[in-house]
C-alpha cells in the first residue's frame, strides 16, 4: 500500500508550549488528508479533514486556534497543537487518501505533555 | 442511527477457527468499503477495500458486500494469534469525500 510518514513518533513537551506533528505522503498526492485522536483503549476520534489548498473543516467540539492543521501541498499536512496542556496527552494519528479510495494512515505520534 | 455501526463485543476464537465481523452503514449511497487493522498502540493498517457487491478474497481475509442490506462483514480464516486486534470497518460518505469508521470489534485468538 500507499506510505503516509508521521513525524515525530512521540514527543514530551513542556505544558504550554506548543508541538508540531508532520505528515507526508511519500508516494502519492493527497487531496485529502484527515488528523485523527485517540486515548487509550478508545475508538478514532476524528479530529479534522483538510483540503490542500483550503481551509480545514474541524469537527464539532475540537478547537481550530488550539489544533492548527495546514495542508499546504497534495504530499504535507501539518497539526500544531498550540498551548498544549496535560489534558492534551493523546495519540495523533493523520492518514491521507486521493479522491475517494483508501486512506492509509501515518504511523502516529504520541504526544505527552509534563 | 450511527453512520458507521459495529455492534459486537469483544471475539474470542480459537486458533484455526473462522473470526467474523459484522458492519452496517446509513448512507445507502456509499460506493466503497474498508476493513483496517489496529494492534494495540499501533495505528490502523488497510486490510481489505470492496466496492462491489459478493465476496472479495485476499489471503486468509474475504469481506463481504450487500449494498442493498447496507452491509459490510469480514471473516478472518484459520485464524492465527497475530490477527489478535481491533478491526474497524470504515465506509466513504458520499458528498464529502469523508471516511466514516465504526468504533471497532476486538478480536482475540486463544491459541
Known amino acids: 500500500g500507499a506510505v503516509v510518514s508521521q513525524h515525530p513518533s512521540w514527543v514530551i513537551c513542556k505544558s504550554g508550549t506548543s508541538v508540531k506533528i508532520e505528515c507526508r505522503s511519500l508516494d502519492f498526492q493527497a487531496t485529502t488528508m484527515f488528523w485523527y485522536r485517540q486515548f487509550p483503549k478508545q475508538s478514532l476520534m476524528l479530529m479534522a479533514t483538510?483540503?490542500?489548498?483550503?481551509?480545514?473543516?474541524?469537527e464539532q467540539g475540537v478547537e481550530k486556534d488550539k489544533f492548527l492543521i495546514n495542508h499546504a501541498s497534495l504530499t504535507l499536512s501539518t497539526l500544531t497543537v498550540t498551548s498544549a496542556h496535560p489534558e492534551d496527552s493523546s495519540f495523533y494519528i493523520c492518514?491521507?487518501?486521493?479522491?475517494?479510495?483508501?486512506?492509509?494512515f501515518g504511523q502516529g505520534t504520541r504526544l505527552t505533555v509534563v | 442511527q450511527k453512520e458507521v455501526e459495529q455492534n459486537s463485543g469483544p471475539l474470542s476464537v480459537p486458533e484455526g477457527a473462522i473470526a467474523s465481523l459484522n458492519c452496517t452503514y446509513s448512507d445507502r449511497g456509499s460506493q466503497s468499503f474498508f476493513w483496517y487493522r489496529q494492534y494495540s498502540g499501533k495505528s490502523p493498517e488497510l486490510i481489505m477495500s470492496?466496492?462491489?457487491?459478493g465476496d472479495k478474497e485476499d489471503g486468509r481475509f474475504t469481506a463481504q458486500l450487500n449494498k442493498a442490506s447496507q452491509y459490510v462483514s469480514l471473516l478472518i480464516r484459520d485464524s492465527q494469534p497475530s490477527d489478535s486486534a481491533t478491526y474497524l470497518c470504515a465506509v466513504n460518505m458520499r458528498g464529502n469525500n469523508r471516511l466514516a469508521f465504526g468504533k471497532g470489534n476486538q478480536v482475540v485468538v486463544i491459541p
Open positions: 483538510s483540503n490542500e489548498g483550503s481551509k480545514a473543516t474541524y
Open positions: 492518514s491521507a487518501r486521493w479522491v475517494n479510495t483508501e486512506a492509509f
Open positions: 470492496i466496492y462491489s457487491n
